[in-house]
Structure formats: structure tokens, C-alpha cells
């Protein structure tokens, strides 16, 4: 079973947790705890960590998708939590976010083609978007489940990656964002065309998705699209 905690997002109690437009994502496998994006900044990152009950001590690595700033913001909470924490980098980004990392007192891995870092755990390549993109695979029996950070580069081109190294191994489940917030009626029912396609089990968008794409989603895949918010964990 794979748990996914979301940390950071713009959904859930604005009471009780942080609330930001970035994405931090916590993954428990059967061996080991991943971070995926680290949200816009420490703060989000730290209290809404703490509040669920999360102890981010316990990483044994984070990935960062892409560069855009909600996704890498919280490099600096790491920094003081988990020392010497291995970060995946996007392709081209060493001197940027790698220097940061560094000077953070992690170390920074930069992303240049499929890697299996853990048991079960794989990362892509780099998908142009813009901006390089990566994604992260888990391989179970049920099928693969894949996170995205804000997938940029298109569903379509996102899957096509993954089966170069799959093949037809089914997805079991899609989570993370799907950048449709902004994306004209048209792309959006592409979007879904492909989606059918792929036809997941789970659909959790996160993020950038968007309420259209995610009613239009629901309208097509019912209660297979599942609606997650900071706090919440799913099971897969
Ligand atoms: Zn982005
Ligand atoms: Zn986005």
C-alpha cells in the first residue's frame, strides 16, 4: 500500500493549516518516506508538517518536479530537519536550485534520465514543458501510480514518457497537478479524451488542476476522481 499525504496546497481548514498556491506532497511506501515538491516556502511546509504529524526527519529523499517557486520553496525547512537529505533536482538546475540546496546543507542530485532511487520508485527523465518536468512512477501490482507536480508538458506527452519504460502496464492512479486552471474549454476536453484512454482507477488532481477540469473529470470517471485536501492522506 502507498500512503500520499498532501502537505501543502491551496484546499483544506484554513484554521488549522497553512494554506498556499504550491504543492508538497508525502509518500510512504513499504520501505521509505518521500517528499514530492517542497510548496511555495518553509512556513507551509514546516506548521502544516507538524499539525498532520508528519516528521520530516524521517525522509529518506524529496524530488523536486520543475523549478517554477511553488514547488521548491521549502528547501530551507529541510535544511534544518533532515541535513545532508538527498534532493532530485530538475535537469539544468544545479546551479540554480542545486546551489541553493547546498547551501542548505543538503545534497542536491540532479534528474538527467530514468532513476529507481528506492524500492518501487522511479523518476522520468526530463519532459519539456516548459519548463523540464519530471514525474514520479511507483510500480505496484495493481499498476503505476504517477505524481506530477504541475504537468506541464501535457497528459499525453507525460504518458507517452512513462511507456517508453512501462509499456502498457496499466496506470492505476493519477495525483498531483494537471496546470487546467487557466486552459481553454477545448485543451480541457482534450485533456479528458486522453484521460479516458488512460483510464485510471484514481484520479486525485491537486493544485493547478482546476474546477473545470475536475468537473468535467468527475463527469466522465465518476467517483474515480477523488477530492484530497492539505491534511488528508490517501491510501493506494
Ligand atoms: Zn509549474
Ligand atoms: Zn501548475
Avoid at 512556513?43 to 523536486?64: F, H, M, T, V
Avoid at 547546498?102 to 520508485?121: A, C, R, Y
Wanted: glycine content about 8%; proline content about 6%; charged content about 20%.
Amino acid at each position: 500500500m502507498i500512503n500520499a499525504t498532501v502537505i501543502v496546497d491551496r484546499y483544506g481548514d484554513p484554521e488549522k493549516y497553512v494554506l498556499r498556491r504550491g504543492l508538497a506532497v508525502f509518500i510512504e511506501t513499504k520501505d521509505n518516506y518521500i517528499l514530492f515538491d517542497l510548496g511555495p516556502d518553509s512556513e507551509s511546509l514546516q506548521r502544516n508538517a507538524e499539525k498532520i504529524g508528519i516528521d520530516l526527519e524521517l525522509l529518506d529523499g524529496a524530488i523536486i518536479s520543475h523549478t517554477h517557486s511553488s514547488h521548491i520553496g521549502g528547501i530551507n525547512a529541510l535544511g534544518w530537519s533532515s541535513p545532508f537529505l538527498k534532493i532530485l533536482i530538475p535537469f539544468d538546475s544545479m546551479k540554480s536550485i542545486g546551489r541553493i540546496i547546498k547551501n542548505n546543507g543538503l545534497v542536491p542530485i540532479e534528474i538527467l534520465d530514468w532513476l529507481n532511487p528506492w524500492p518501487q520508485v522511479y523518476v522520468t527523465p526530463p519532459v519539456y514543458g516548459p519548463p523540464w518536468e519530471h514525474f514520479l512512477v511507483i510500480n505496484t501490482p495493481r499498476g503505476l501510480i504517477v505524481f506530477s507536480g504541475c504537468m506541464h508538458p501535457g497528459l499525453r506527452k507525460t504518458i507517452n514518457v512513462i511507456k517508453e519504460k512501462f509499456g502498457d502496464k496499466k496506470i492505476y492512479a493519477l495525483i498531483g497537478g494537471f496546470h487546467l486552471e487557466n486552459a481553454l474549454e477545448s485543451y480541457i476536453e482534450n485533456t479528458i479524451r486522453e484521460l479516458l484512454k488512460v483510464n485510471p482507477e484514481k484520479i486525485i488532481p491537486l493544485h493547478c488542476s482546476g474546477s473545470l477540469f475536475i468537473s468535467r473529470a468527475r463527469s466522465v470517471l465518476g467517483n474515480k476522481v477523488v477530492e484530497v485536501k492539505v491534511g488528508n492522506t490517501i491510501s493506494l
